[in-house]
T-cell receptor, first 110, second 112 residues
Framework: DADVTQTPRNRITKTGKRIMLECSQT?????MYWYRQDPGLGLQLIYY???????NKGEISDGYSVSRQAQAKFSLSLESAIPNQTALYFC?????????FGPGTRLTVL | QKEVEQNSGPLSVPEGAIASLNCTYS??????FFWYRQYSGKSPELIMF????GDKEDGRFTAQLNKASQYVSLLIRDSQPSDSATYLC????????????FGKGTLLTVNP
């Protein structure tokens, strides 16, 4: 089984809808991250969490929120999706400065 | 603003050749450096990390770090078509924060 899983893997939604992307890990890592990737723009950090009680904004947090339900679970929400949030979203975990990525969620907002 | 710069490519090499991928970074206090490989539509996969000046070899891959020049590179020897991917350079400038800043990636194509 994969160490870092993301659900759903693909999602198509409409403008204004609320969307939740979920990430689970079995690596036992304390640190978890959410990134988005757009063609030509590389990986941009949305939010990161160092433990259940510690959540921090990344460079592009506007329009997103997160919840760290447990050490193993970190969810990303789009409260009211807009088309420019169409992207590939990755969750990552780490116990040191080496990060390990989940398989990604391809989100399309129409 | 901490920046990590990579040539976007595409870099095209023939099968069996050496591919050289380069990365520069702006934060002189950066402490650790990573190379990830990403196939189209897939997630980044860690290839190597390097902390100290000099070379670090792992199979066909060699990472080179020069902190004075703020430069890190990845050499791929005996390139194979399966090495065709985007290579992401990442830098940890945050110490114990363990936040990575990623470059935009270099697309490598290995031609049979």
């Amino acid at each position: 089984d994969a160490d870092v899983t993301q659900t759903p893997r693909n999602r198509i939604t409409k403008t204004g809808k609320r969307i939740m992307l979920e990430c689970s890990q079995t690596k036992g890592h304390d640190r978890m991250y959410w990134y988005r990737q757009d063609p030509g723009l590389g990986l941009q950090l949305i939010y990161y969490s160092f433990d259940v009680k510690d959540i921090n904004k990344g460079e592009i947090s506007d329009g997103y929120s997160v919840s760290r339900q447990a050490q193993a679970k970190f969810s990303l929400s789009l409260e009211s999706a807009i088309p420019n949030q169409t992207a590939l979203y990755f969750c990552a975990t780490s116990d040191t400065d080496t990060q390990y990525f989940g398989p990604g969620t391809r989100l399309t907002v129409l | 603003q901490k920046e990590v710069e990579q040539n976007s490519g595409p870099l095209s090499v023939p099968e069996g050749a050496i591919a050289s991928l380069n990365c520069t970074y702006s934060d002189r206090g950066s402490q650790s450096f990573f190379w990830y490989r990403q196939y189209s539509g897939k997630s980044p996969e860690l290839i190597m990390f390097i902390y100290s000046n000099g070379d670090k070899e792992d199979g066909r891959f060699t990472a080179q770090l020069n902190k004075a020049s703020q430069y890190v590179s990845l050499l791929i020897r005996d390139s194979q078509p399966s090495d065709s991917a985007t290579y992401l350079c990442a830098v940890n400038s945050g110490g114990s924060n363990y936040k990575l800043t990623f470059g935009k990636g270099t697309l490598l194509t290995v031609n049979p």
